[in-house]
Protein backbone atom coordinates (compact mmCIF):
# COMPACT_ATOMS: atom_id res chain seq x y z
CA UNK A 1 0.00 0.00 0.00
CA UNK A 2 1.05 3.59 -1.19
CA UNK A 3 2.03 5.48 2.08
CA UNK A 4 0.66 8.69 3.42
CA UNK A 5 2.67 11.60 3.65
CA UNK A 6 3.34 12.59 7.44
CA UNK A 7 0.65 14.56 9.37
CA UNK A 8 2.74 18.03 10.17
CA UNK A 9 -0.44 19.95 11.69
CA UNK A 10 0.18 19.74 15.60
CA UNK A 11 -3.81 19.74 16.69
CA UNK A 12 -4.03 17.24 13.96
CA UNK A 13 -1.04 14.69 15.49
CA UNK A 14 -2.80 15.78 19.31
CA UNK A 15 -6.09 14.16 18.23
CA UNK A 16 -5.17 11.29 16.39
CA UNK A 17 -2.38 9.84 18.69
CA UNK A 18 1.08 8.58 17.68
CA UNK A 19 -0.21 5.49 17.06
CA UNK A 20 -2.17 6.49 14.32
CA UNK A 21 0.09 8.44 12.86
CA UNK A 22 2.62 5.63 12.27
CA UNK A 23 0.29 3.50 10.54
CA UNK A 24 -0.58 5.89 8.01
CA UNK A 25 3.27 6.65 7.59
CA UNK A 26 3.35 3.11 7.02
CA UNK A 27 5.60 1.89 10.24
CA UNK A 28 2.95 -0.07 11.88
CA UNK A 29 0.14 -2.39 11.29
CA UNK A 30 -3.61 -1.91 12.21
CA UNK A 31 -4.38 -2.13 15.77
CA UNK A 32 -7.73 -4.11 14.89
CA UNK A 33 -9.27 -5.71 12.11
CA UNK A 34 -12.89 -5.97 11.37
CA UNK A 35 -13.46 -7.61 7.95
CA UNK A 36 -12.08 -5.92 5.43
CA UNK A 37 -12.28 -2.45 7.33
CA UNK A 38 -9.49 -1.27 8.96
CA UNK A 39 -9.74 0.89 12.26
CA UNK A 40 -7.46 2.91 14.43
CA UNK A 41 -8.35 4.06 18.19
CA UNK A 42 -7.26 7.47 18.95
CA UNK A 43 -6.24 7.80 22.37
CA UNK A 44 -9.55 9.32 23.78
CA UNK A 45 -11.73 6.33 22.34
CA UNK A 46 -12.82 7.75 19.42
CA UNK A 47 -12.46 5.39 15.97
CA UNK A 48 -10.71 6.80 12.93
CA UNK A 49 -11.16 5.69 9.92
CA UNK A 50 -7.36 5.04 8.76
CA UNK A 51 -6.47 6.60 5.13
CA UNK A 52 -5.35 2.86 3.63
CA UNK A 53 -8.64 1.73 4.34
CA UNK A 54 -10.75 4.26 2.78
CA UNK A 55 -8.42 3.95 -0.46
CA UNK A 56 -8.65 0.39 -0.67
CA UNK A 57 -12.57 0.78 -0.61
CA UNK A 58 -12.16 4.31 -2.66
CA UNK A 59 -10.59 1.79 -5.83
CA UNK A 60 -13.63 -1.09 -5.25
CA UNK A 61 -16.20 1.72 -6.31
CA UNK A 62 -17.86 0.97 -3.10
CA UNK A 63 -19.85 3.50 -1.06
CA UNK A 64 -17.81 2.76 2.37
CA UNK A 65 -19.07 3.69 5.31
CA UNK A 66 -17.72 4.07 8.58
CA UNK A 67 -18.84 5.05 12.06
CA UNK A 68 -17.08 7.73 13.85
CA UNK A 69 -18.78 6.96 17.22
CA UNK A 70 -17.97 10.00 19.92
CA UNK A 71 -20.59 8.71 22.40
CA UNK A 72 -17.95 6.07 23.38
CA UNK A 73 -15.86 9.18 24.49
CA UNK A 74 -16.14 8.96 28.57
CA UNK A 75 -15.72 12.20 30.98
CA UNK A 76 -14.52 14.25 27.56
CA UNK A 77 -15.18 18.01 27.17
CA UNK A 78 -16.94 19.90 24.89
CA UNK A 79 -13.41 21.21 23.47
CA UNK A 80 -11.95 17.74 23.50
CA UNK A 81 -15.06 16.76 21.38
CA UNK A 82 -15.03 19.62 18.98
CA UNK A 83 -11.35 19.04 18.40
CA UNK A 84 -11.80 15.19 17.49
CA UNK A 85 -14.81 15.49 15.26
CA UNK A 86 -12.32 18.27 13.50
CA UNK A 87 -9.64 16.05 13.09
CA UNK A 88 -11.58 13.54 11.67
CA UNK A 89 -13.18 16.44 8.53
CA UNK A 90 -9.27 17.42 8.21
CA UNK A 91 -8.36 14.19 8.01
CA UNK A 92 -10.75 12.71 5.40
CA UNK A 93 -10.35 15.90 3.47
CA UNK A 94 -6.48 15.48 3.72
CA UNK A 95 -6.69 12.11 2.86
CA UNK A 96 -9.05 12.60 -0.02
CA UNK A 97 -7.06 15.60 -1.59
CA UNK A 98 -4.13 13.59 -1.02
CA UNK A 99 -4.70 10.08 -3.09
CA UNK A 100 -6.78 11.78 -5.74
CA UNK A 101 -3.84 14.13 -6.42
CA UNK A 102 -1.50 10.59 -6.74
CA UNK A 103 -4.02 9.37 -8.65
CA UNK A 104 -4.20 11.89 -11.10
CA UNK A 105 -0.23 11.19 -11.87
CA UNK A 106 -1.43 8.29 -13.91
CA UNK A 107 -3.90 5.25 -13.61
CA UNK A 108 -1.70 2.98 -11.95
CA UNK A 109 -4.58 0.52 -10.99
CA UNK A 110 -6.42 0.54 -14.41
CA UNK A 111 -8.93 3.18 -12.69
CA UNK A 112 -9.87 6.25 -14.76
CA UNK A 113 -9.39 9.50 -13.10
CA UNK A 114 -12.52 10.66 -13.24
CA UNK A 115 -14.17 7.00 -11.70
CA UNK A 116 -11.82 7.26 -8.99
CA UNK A 117 -12.16 10.79 -7.76
CA UNK A 118 -15.86 10.17 -7.81
CA UNK A 119 -15.52 7.09 -5.98
CA UNK A 120 -12.71 8.56 -3.35
CA UNK A 121 -15.37 10.97 -3.21
CA UNK A 122 -17.75 9.01 -2.25
CA UNK A 123 -15.81 7.16 0.19
CA UNK A 124 -14.67 9.35 2.22
CA UNK A 125 -17.99 11.67 2.22
CA UNK A 126 -20.44 9.56 3.01
CA UNK A 127 -19.83 9.40 6.44
CA UNK A 128 -21.82 7.97 9.37
CA UNK A 129 -21.07 10.20 12.46
CA UNK A 130 -22.69 9.59 16.27
CA UNK A 131 -22.34 12.70 17.89
CA UNK A 132 -23.40 13.10 21.53
CA UNK A 133 -25.34 16.65 22.18
CA UNK A 134 -23.28 16.42 26.20
CA UNK A 135 -21.08 13.73 27.15
CA UNK A 136 -22.92 9.79 27.62
CA UNK A 137 -25.96 11.31 25.19
CA UNK A 138 -26.69 10.88 21.79
CA UNK A 139 -28.56 13.21 19.52
CA UNK A 140 -27.80 16.08 17.06
CA UNK A 141 -26.13 13.60 14.94
CA UNK A 142 -23.63 15.45 12.21
CA UNK A 143 -23.54 18.89 13.84
CA UNK A 144 -20.33 19.46 14.37
CA UNK A 145 -20.13 17.46 10.71
CA UNK A 146 -17.89 20.21 8.25
CA UNK A 147 -20.80 21.39 5.98
CA UNK A 148 -18.77 20.42 3.00
CA UNK A 149 -18.86 16.53 4.28
CA UNK A 150 -22.17 17.36 5.49
CA UNK A 151 -24.02 17.76 2.41
CA UNK A 152 -22.62 14.51 0.92
CA UNK A 153 -23.00 12.12 4.01
CA UNK A 154 -25.59 10.22 5.15
CA UNK A 155 -26.03 11.01 8.61
CA UNK A 156 -28.04 7.59 10.05
CA UNK A 157 -27.82 5.86 12.79
CA UNK A 158 -26.22 2.25 14.04
CA UNK A 159 -25.45 1.59 10.26
CA UNK A 160 -23.57 -1.39 9.50
CA UNK A 161 -20.78 -1.75 6.95
CA UNK A 162 -21.84 -3.77 4.00
CA UNK A 163 -21.35 -7.87 4.42
CA UNK A 164 -18.95 -9.29 1.60
CA UNK A 165 -20.55 -10.32 -1.28
CA UNK A 166 -19.65 -13.51 -3.75
CA UNK A 167 -18.56 -13.15 -6.73
CA UNK A 168 -20.45 -14.90 -9.95
CA UNK A 169 -20.36 -14.46 -13.64
CA UNK A 170 -23.34 -15.07 -15.53
CA UNK A 171 -24.49 -16.11 -18.76
CA UNK A 172 -27.27 -15.34 -20.28
CA UNK A 173 -28.99 -17.34 -23.11
CA UNK A 174 -31.39 -15.98 -25.95
CA UNK A 175 -34.91 -16.90 -26.89
CA UNK A 176 -36.68 -13.93 -28.30
CA UNK A 177 -39.25 -11.94 -25.51
CA UNK A 178 -38.50 -15.16 -23.39
CA UNK A 179 -35.85 -13.23 -22.44
CA UNK A 180 -38.18 -11.65 -19.82
CA UNK A 181 -37.26 -14.97 -17.31
CA UNK A 182 -34.16 -13.97 -17.65
CA UNK A 183 -35.31 -10.71 -16.78
CA UNK A 184 -36.98 -11.94 -13.42
CA UNK A 185 -33.68 -13.70 -12.53
CA UNK A 186 -31.88 -10.79 -13.14
CA UNK A 187 -34.13 -8.83 -11.25
CA UNK A 188 -34.29 -11.38 -7.94
CA UNK A 189 -30.51 -11.96 -7.96
CA UNK A 190 -30.20 -7.78 -7.84
CA UNK A 191 -32.35 -7.39 -5.07
CA UNK A 192 -30.94 -10.39 -2.99
CA UNK A 193 -27.60 -8.05 -3.03
CA UNK A 194 -25.40 -10.84 -1.90
CA UNK A 195 -24.12 -11.77 -5.49
CA UNK A 196 -21.30 -9.28 -7.29
CA UNK A 197 -21.60 -10.00 -10.60
CA UNK A 198 -18.03 -9.59 -12.48
CA UNK A 199 -18.72 -10.32 -16.07
CA UNK A 200 -21.24 -11.93 -18.43
CA UNK A 201 -21.32 -13.54 -21.53
CA UNK A 202 -24.70 -13.13 -23.34
CA UNK A 203 -26.42 -14.11 -27.07
CA UNK A 204 -29.18 -12.30 -28.31
CA UNK A 205 -32.20 -11.38 -26.07
CA UNK A 206 -29.37 -12.41 -23.15
CA UNK A 207 -26.89 -9.40 -24.78
CA UNK A 208 -30.15 -6.65 -24.91
CA UNK A 209 -29.99 -7.92 -20.85
CA UNK A 210 -26.56 -7.76 -20.40
CA UNK A 211 -26.38 -4.26 -21.65
CA UNK A 212 -29.08 -2.99 -20.13
CA UNK A 213 -27.65 -4.53 -16.96
CA UNK A 214 -24.52 -3.12 -17.65
CA UNK A 215 -25.55 0.11 -18.05
CA UNK A 216 -27.77 0.32 -15.33
CA UNK A 217 -24.93 -0.38 -12.84
CA UNK A 218 -22.75 2.03 -14.75
CA UNK A 219 -25.25 4.71 -13.60
CA UNK A 220 -25.86 3.61 -9.78
CA UNK A 221 -26.32 0.66 -8.19
CA UNK A 222 -28.34 -2.50 -8.39
CA UNK A 223 -31.52 -0.53 -8.00
CA UNK A 224 -30.77 1.46 -10.77
CA UNK A 225 -29.86 -1.40 -12.92
CA UNK A 226 -33.36 -3.46 -12.03
CA UNK A 227 -35.02 -0.09 -12.85
CA UNK A 228 -32.91 -0.22 -16.45
CA UNK A 229 -33.68 -3.93 -16.90
CA UNK A 230 -37.78 -2.64 -16.13
CA UNK A 231 -38.05 0.60 -18.53
CA UNK A 232 -36.46 -1.82 -21.13
CA UNK A 233 -38.80 -4.20 -21.28
CA UNK A 234 -41.54 -1.63 -20.90
CA UNK A 235 -40.34 0.05 -24.11
CA UNK A 236 -40.21 -3.18 -25.88
CA UNK A 237 -44.02 -3.81 -25.36
CA UNK A 238 -44.99 -0.17 -25.93
CA UNK A 239 -43.20 -0.48 -29.35
CA UNK A 240 -44.78 -3.81 -29.71
CA UNK A 241 -48.48 -2.34 -29.35
CA UNK A 242 -47.54 0.47 -31.54
CA UNK A 243 -46.46 -2.25 -34.89
CA UNK A 244 -49.95 -4.08 -33.78
CA UNK A 245 -53.18 -2.76 -34.84
CA UNK A 246 -54.83 -5.96 -33.42
CA UNK A 247 -53.21 -6.24 -29.79
CA UNK A 248 -55.88 -4.21 -27.83
CA UNK A 249 -58.60 -6.35 -28.95
CA UNK A 250 -58.53 -8.48 -25.94
CA UNK A 251 -59.91 -12.03 -27.06
CA UNK A 252 -56.78 -11.37 -29.54
CA UNK A 253 -54.01 -10.92 -26.90
CA UNK A 254 -51.84 -13.78 -26.15
CA UNK A 255 -52.47 -16.34 -23.52
CA UNK A 256 -49.45 -17.93 -21.75
CA UNK A 257 -49.91 -21.38 -23.67
CA UNK A 258 -51.23 -20.42 -27.09
CA UNK A 259 -49.12 -17.49 -27.55
CA UNK A 260 -49.82 -15.51 -30.67
CA UNK A 261 -51.81 -18.73 -32.65
CA UNK A 262 -54.82 -16.85 -33.09
CA UNK A 263 -53.47 -13.41 -33.46
CA UNK A 264 -53.89 -11.50 -37.18
CA UNK A 265 -50.59 -10.56 -37.39
CA UNK A 266 -48.85 -12.52 -36.14
CA UNK A 267 -50.44 -15.57 -39.14
CA UNK A 268 -50.04 -12.38 -41.40
CA UNK A 269 -46.45 -12.13 -40.53
CA UNK A 270 -45.63 -16.40 -40.27
CA UNK A 271 -46.62 -16.61 -43.95
CA UNK A 272 -44.50 -13.80 -45.41
CA UNK A 273 -41.15 -15.11 -43.60
CA UNK A 274 -42.03 -18.60 -45.17
CA UNK A 275 -41.55 -16.69 -48.58
CA UNK A 276 -40.11 -13.36 -48.19
CA UNK A 277 -36.60 -12.50 -46.45
CA UNK A 278 -36.01 -9.86 -44.62
CA UNK A 279 -33.83 -8.39 -47.68
CA UNK A 280 -37.58 -8.25 -49.57
CA UNK A 281 -40.24 -7.04 -47.08
CA UNK A 282 -37.75 -5.29 -45.15
CA UNK A 283 -35.74 -3.57 -48.02
CA UNK A 284 -35.16 -0.31 -45.79
CA UNK A 285 -33.79 -2.63 -42.91
CA UNK A 286 -35.78 -1.20 -40.11
CA UNK A 287 -35.64 -2.75 -36.50
CA UNK A 288 -37.42 -1.03 -33.77
CA UNK A 289 -35.12 -2.64 -31.28
CA UNK A 290 -32.19 0.18 -32.23
CA UNK A 291 -34.32 2.99 -31.09
CA UNK A 292 -35.21 1.13 -28.14
CA UNK A 293 -31.60 0.65 -27.53
CA UNK A 294 -30.27 4.05 -28.34
CA UNK A 295 -32.83 5.31 -25.72
CA UNK A 296 -31.67 2.78 -23.10
CA UNK A 297 -28.27 2.30 -23.23
CA UNK A 298 -25.52 4.48 -23.69
CA UNK A 299 -22.98 2.85 -25.43
CA UNK A 300 -20.15 5.63 -25.33
CA UNK A 301 -20.11 5.02 -21.92
CA UNK A 302 -19.90 1.55 -21.62
CA UNK A 303 -16.52 1.31 -23.80
CA UNK A 304 -15.10 4.69 -21.46
CA UNK A 305 -15.86 2.31 -18.20
CA UNK A 306 -17.89 -0.57 -18.13
CA UNK A 307 -18.60 -1.62 -14.53
CA UNK A 308 -18.85 -5.54 -15.37
CA UNK A 309 -16.94 -7.69 -18.33
CA UNK A 310 -19.74 -7.87 -21.05
CA UNK A 311 -18.99 -10.20 -23.87
CA UNK A 312 -21.83 -10.63 -26.19
CA UNK A 313 -21.46 -13.25 -29.22
CA UNK A 314 -22.73 -12.96 -32.48
CA UNK A 315 -21.92 -15.83 -35.89
CA UNK A 316 -19.57 -14.11 -38.94
CA UNK A 317 -22.11 -15.57 -41.68
CA UNK A 318 -19.35 -15.68 -43.81
CA UNK A 319 -16.83 -18.06 -42.03
CA UNK A 320 -19.58 -19.49 -39.62
CA UNK A 321 -17.23 -18.53 -36.48
CA UNK A 322 -18.06 -17.07 -33.31
CA UNK A 323 -16.99 -13.33 -32.88
CA UNK A 324 -17.01 -11.66 -28.96
CA UNK A 325 -17.70 -8.18 -29.13
CA UNK A 326 -16.10 -6.68 -25.60
CA UNK A 327 -14.59 -3.76 -24.61
CA UNK A 328 -14.20 -0.77 -27.12
CA UNK A 329 -15.95 -3.09 -29.77
CA UNK A 330 -19.45 -2.64 -27.64
CA UNK A 331 -21.63 -0.96 -29.20
CA UNK A 332 -25.61 -0.94 -30.36
CA UNK A 333 -24.78 -2.74 -33.73
CA UNK A 334 -23.19 -5.29 -31.62
CA UNK A 335 -25.80 -5.84 -29.46
CA UNK A 336 -28.29 -5.98 -32.82
CA UNK A 337 -25.53 -8.56 -34.76
CA UNK A 338 -26.21 -10.75 -30.82
CA UNK A 339 -29.67 -10.98 -32.02
CA UNK A 340 -30.07 -11.05 -35.58
CA UNK A 341 -32.24 -13.34 -36.23
CA UNK A 342 -31.53 -14.38 -40.21
CA UNK A 343 -35.35 -14.65 -41.42
CA UNK A 344 -36.61 -11.57 -39.23
CA UNK A 345 -33.84 -9.11 -40.01
CA UNK A 346 -30.86 -8.12 -42.18
CA UNK A 347 -27.36 -9.18 -41.59
CA UNK A 348 -25.72 -6.35 -39.33
CA UNK A 349 -22.24 -4.93 -41.04
CA UNK A 350 -20.08 -4.56 -38.67
CA UNK A 351 -16.19 -3.62 -40.03
CA UNK A 352 -16.89 -4.57 -43.13
CA UNK A 353 -18.30 -7.92 -41.46
CA UNK A 354 -21.71 -9.36 -41.54
CA UNK A 355 -23.35 -11.07 -38.57
CA UNK A 356 -26.11 -13.05 -37.73
CA UNK A 357 -28.04 -14.36 -34.12
CA UNK A 358 -24.79 -15.52 -31.81
CA UNK A 359 -26.90 -18.72 -30.88
CA UNK A 360 -26.06 -20.53 -33.61
CA UNK A 361 -22.06 -20.75 -32.26
CA UNK A 362 -22.70 -19.72 -28.67
CA UNK A 363 -26.09 -19.97 -26.87
CA UNK A 364 -23.64 -18.62 -24.73
CA UNK A 365 -20.25 -18.79 -24.89
CA UNK A 366 -18.36 -19.76 -21.60
CA UNK A 367 -15.09 -19.32 -22.90
CA UNK A 368 -14.77 -16.06 -22.62
CA UNK A 369 -16.17 -16.04 -18.74
CA UNK A 370 -13.10 -18.57 -18.24
CA UNK A 371 -10.32 -16.21 -19.71
CA UNK A 372 -11.50 -12.74 -18.51
CA UNK A 373 -12.87 -12.80 -14.97
CA UNK A 374 -11.25 -13.96 -11.86
CA UNK A 375 -14.00 -16.05 -10.37
CA UNK A 376 -14.65 -19.73 -11.06
CA UNK A 377 -18.62 -19.05 -10.44
CA UNK A 378 -20.97 -19.18 -13.64
CA UNK A 379 -24.16 -19.04 -13.59
CA UNK A 380 -26.17 -20.11 -16.17
CA UNK A 381 -29.73 -18.69 -17.29
CA UNK A 382 -30.68 -20.96 -19.31
CA UNK A 383 -34.37 -19.91 -21.97
CA UNK A 384 -33.95 -22.76 -24.56
CA UNK A 385 -35.41 -26.05 -22.48
CA UNK A 386 -32.91 -28.95 -23.07
CA UNK A 387 -35.64 -31.41 -22.09
CA UNK A 388 -39.23 -31.31 -24.05
CA UNK A 389 -41.10 -33.95 -23.78
CA UNK A 390 -43.04 -35.46 -26.73
CA UNK A 391 -41.93 -35.58 -30.15
CA UNK A 392 -43.12 -32.60 -32.39
CA UNK A 393 -45.55 -33.61 -35.18
CA UNK A 394 -46.70 -29.98 -36.61
CA UNK A 395 -44.33 -27.59 -38.66
CA UNK A 396 -43.75 -24.68 -36.46
CA UNK A 397 -42.90 -27.27 -33.25
CA UNK A 398 -40.26 -29.00 -35.44
CA UNK A 399 -38.89 -26.07 -36.88
CA UNK A 400 -38.77 -24.98 -33.20
CA UNK A 401 -37.17 -27.64 -31.36
CA UNK A 402 -34.55 -28.01 -34.40
CA UNK A 403 -33.27 -24.31 -33.45
CA UNK A 404 -33.69 -25.54 -29.66
CA UNK A 405 -31.60 -28.34 -30.14
CA UNK A 406 -28.97 -26.44 -32.76
CA UNK A 407 -28.94 -23.25 -29.77
CA UNK A 408 -28.06 -25.45 -26.76
CA UNK A 409 -25.80 -27.57 -29.12
CA UNK A 410 -22.57 -25.03 -28.49
CA UNK A 411 -23.61 -24.56 -24.63
CA UNK A 412 -22.95 -28.84 -24.56
CA UNK A 413 -19.99 -28.79 -26.15
CA UNK A 414 -18.29 -26.20 -23.91
CA UNK A 415 -19.95 -28.55 -20.83
CA UNK A 416 -18.30 -31.44 -22.24
CA UNK A 417 -14.69 -30.02 -22.27
CA UNK A 418 -15.37 -28.27 -18.63
CA UNK A 419 -16.40 -31.49 -17.08
CA UNK A 420 -12.95 -33.28 -18.92
CA UNK A 421 -10.93 -30.61 -16.99
CA UNK A 422 -12.77 -30.84 -14.02
CA UNK A 423 -12.12 -34.75 -14.23
CA UNK A 424 -8.46 -33.88 -14.70
CA UNK A 425 -7.86 -31.68 -11.71
CA UNK A 426 -10.07 -34.19 -9.55
CA UNK A 427 -7.45 -36.91 -10.49
CA UNK A 428 -4.75 -35.16 -9.93
CA UNK A 429 -3.61 -35.34 -13.56
CA UNK A 430 -2.80 -31.14 -13.56
CA UNK A 431 -0.33 -29.80 -11.55
CA UNK A 432 -2.01 -27.53 -9.17
CA UNK A 433 -2.95 -23.73 -10.62
CA UNK A 434 -2.39 -25.54 -14.43
CA UNK A 435 -5.91 -25.42 -15.04
CA UNK A 436 -8.85 -23.54 -13.62
CA UNK A 437 -11.68 -25.51 -12.49
CA UNK A 438 -14.76 -23.29 -13.15
CA UNK A 439 -17.75 -23.94 -10.98
CA UNK A 440 -21.31 -24.08 -12.84
CA UNK A 441 -24.68 -23.19 -11.77
CA UNK A 442 -27.99 -23.25 -13.72
CA UNK A 443 -30.77 -21.36 -13.45
CA UNK A 444 -33.44 -22.81 -15.42
CA UNK A 445 -36.83 -24.16 -15.82
CA UNK A 446 -37.61 -26.70 -18.81
CA UNK A 447 -41.14 -27.27 -17.45
CA UNK A 448 -41.99 -23.70 -18.00
CA UNK A 449 -40.56 -22.53 -21.19
CA UNK A 450 -41.55 -26.37 -22.83
CA UNK A 451 -45.46 -25.19 -21.96
CA UNK A 452 -44.83 -21.54 -23.90
CA UNK A 453 -46.50 -22.05 -27.20
CA UNK A 454 -43.70 -21.43 -30.16
CA UNK A 455 -45.41 -18.33 -31.02
CA UNK A 456 -44.61 -17.09 -27.59
CA UNK A 457 -41.60 -16.31 -28.80
CA UNK A 458 -42.65 -13.10 -30.86
CA UNK A 459 -45.31 -12.28 -27.86
CA UNK A 460 -44.30 -8.51 -26.42
CA UNK A 461 -47.62 -8.40 -24.85
CA UNK A 462 -46.73 -6.51 -20.90
CA UNK A 463 -48.81 -9.23 -19.30
CA UNK A 464 -47.04 -11.89 -20.73
CA UNK A 465 -43.08 -10.64 -20.42
CA UNK A 466 -44.48 -9.76 -16.32
CA UNK A 467 -45.45 -13.27 -16.01
CA UNK A 468 -42.38 -14.78 -17.42
CA UNK A 469 -40.63 -12.22 -15.20
CA UNK A 470 -42.41 -13.10 -12.40
CA UNK A 471 -41.36 -17.07 -13.05
CA UNK A 472 -37.87 -15.78 -13.50
CA UNK A 473 -38.04 -14.07 -9.55
CA UNK A 474 -39.42 -17.32 -8.88
CA UNK A 475 -36.70 -19.68 -10.31
CA UNK A 476 -33.87 -17.57 -8.86
CA UNK A 477 -35.15 -17.21 -5.26
CA UNK A 478 -35.60 -21.27 -4.98
CA UNK A 479 -32.16 -21.51 -6.63
CA UNK A 480 -30.59 -18.82 -4.25
CA UNK A 481 -32.10 -20.00 -1.31
CA UNK A 482 -31.23 -23.79 -1.99
CA UNK A 483 -27.95 -23.14 -3.80
CA UNK A 484 -26.31 -20.08 -2.25
CA UNK A 485 -23.84 -21.44 0.02
CA UNK A 486 -22.60 -23.85 -3.01
CA UNK A 487 -20.97 -20.46 -4.41
CA UNK A 488 -17.77 -20.16 -4.29
CA UNK A 489 -17.16 -24.00 -3.00
CA UNK A 490 -18.51 -26.44 -6.24
CA UNK A 491 -20.68 -26.79 -8.92
CA UNK A 492 -24.61 -26.99 -7.92
CA UNK A 493 -25.42 -28.59 -11.28
CA UNK A 494 -24.20 -31.81 -12.31
CA UNK A 495 -22.55 -31.48 -15.35
CA UNK A 496 -22.29 -35.00 -16.76
CA UNK A 497 -25.91 -35.80 -15.78
CA UNK A 498 -27.48 -32.57 -16.78
CA UNK A 499 -25.64 -31.60 -20.18
CA UNK A 500 -23.83 -34.88 -21.48
Known amino acids: MTRCPSVSCPRLRRCLGPDTLRYWAGTQRPQRKRGSVYRELAPNGCALLTLDAVIIHALKGTA ?60 CCQLIIGMPERPGQVGNRGAWLDPRLRRLSMVTQNRKPPSVQ ?104 DIILRILSPYQFNPGNMNPLREILKQHVDFAALRRHCPIHLHLCATNVETGKIRIFSGQDMCM ?24 DGGYVGNPAIFPLIYNCRTRDVVIVHINPIVRPGVPTKVADILNRINEVSFNSSLMREMRAIAFVTTLIEQG ?58 IGQRSSVDIRKQFL
Not at 88 to 109: E, H, I, K
Not at 338 to 347: I, M, R
Open 64 to 123: FKVIIDTSRLKGAGDGDMRSCVAACNVALLFGYLWFTQMFSQGARMGVSGDSFQNSAKLA
Open 429 to 486: KVEPGGMKEMLIHSIRSDQTMAALGVSSKYNADWDFLCSLRDKGRTEAGAWLEENYHH
Open 333 to 356: EAVLASACLPTLFQAVEINGEYYW
Open 166 to 269: KTIALALQGGGMHGAFAWGVLDRLLEDGRLEIEGGSATSAGAMNAAVLAYGLLKGDSENARQALHDFWRAVAQSAESYNPFGKIPWLKGTHTLGLDHSPMYLLA
